[in-house]
């Protein structure tokens, strides 16, 4: 049973950083490709950050880039992403996703496993 737990959410003034864990069981974080989602009230649930199963590789949505890093800890199984710089604008919950179907890693439909999410407010 494949199981993605997050952590780390909060609130912050704009300017601050938060990291965000995401617990994975059952499925190997390694291997898999893997992605954060962000999801504010009325809207839909975004893509925000990739990182590919075995090279890592990593892409943003412009958003974030140059504020926001996904990384991956293999021995712990867990996937952070760490948030630098935030704006009111990146006021969301933010859900960790698994399971991917290989296509449009944007897509909130391509994935299968999706944790609770984690509410992260950023105040001006």
């Known amino acids: 049973q494949v199981q993605l737990v997050e952590s780390g959410g909060g609130s912050v003034q704009a300017g601050g950083s938060l990291r965000l864990s995401c617990a994975a069981s059952g499925i190997i974080a390694r291997g898999n490709r893997m992605a954060w989602f962000r999801q504010a009230p009325g809207k839909e649930r975004d893509g925000v950050a990739l990182i590919l199963g075995f090279t890592d590789i990593t892409d943003y949505v412009d958003s974030v880039k140059g504020r926001f890093t996904i990384s991956r800890d293999n021995a712990k199984n867990i996937m952070y992403l760490q948030m630098n710089s935030l704006k009111p604008e990146d006021t969301a919950v933010y859900y960790c996703?698994?399971?991917?179907?290989?296509?449009?890693?944007?897509?909130?439909?391509?994935?299968?496993?999706w944790g609770q999410g984690t509410q992260v407010t950023v105040s001006s």
């Open positions: 996703a698994a399971g991917s179907h290989g296509g449009d890693w944007r897509d909130n439909r391509d994935y299968i496993y």
